[in-house]
């Protein structure tokens, strides 16, 4: 498994990581973050939208569970907080085999939904606004 461990110390650095990231990603990529409330899930999936040319605002999902942006690729992104222990078929799996990029916050709460293939991204919240994230390719060929 690879690993790349990079660190921000700011909101702006962590939107630039991101915007990095968006530029790079294929069809069909999964990002499944994780890391505290705050940590900055949500603000790296705001860099990725930007480097996918998505003009829109990006906001956390939370209340929503699943916003689409539009731009180089469809952004999906997730927040799987509230899913919980959810049985119901929410049609994830169907948006996952699209030519878009997948977001996913809160995976562990939704295990079923966890490609063969994806991005594990953990991000850690330091001291002094600076964040740790750690990216973990998991699958053949990411």
């Known amino acids: 498994m690879k690993e790349l461990i990079v660190e921000t110390d700011s909101l702006e650095k962590t939107h630039e990581l991101g915007r990095q ?31 996918l040319g998505i003009r829109r605002t990006v906001t956390s999902p939370t ?5 689409i942006y539009h731009g180089r690729l469809t952004l999906y992104h997730i927040d799987a907080y509230r ?18 990029l997948t977001v996913i916050e809160w995976a562990d709460f939704v295990p079923e939904l966890i490609p063969d293939r994806y991005m594990n ?6 001291e002094d606004e600076k964040r740790r994230f750690v990216f973990k390719a998991v699958g053949e060929g990411i």
């Open 21 to 51: 990231l968006g530029e790079k990603v294929t069809p069909n990529m999964v990002f499944l973050l994780d890391g505290d409330l705050g940590a900055g899930k949500t603000a790296l999936t705001q860099g990725i939208a930007k480097g």
């Open 83 to 100: 899913l919980e222990g959810a049985s119901q078929d929410l049609g994830f799996d169907e948006i996952m085999d699209d030519d878009g």
């Open 121 to 126: 991204v953990s991000v850690q919240l330091l």
């Open 63 to 67: 209340f929503n569970i699943l916003k």
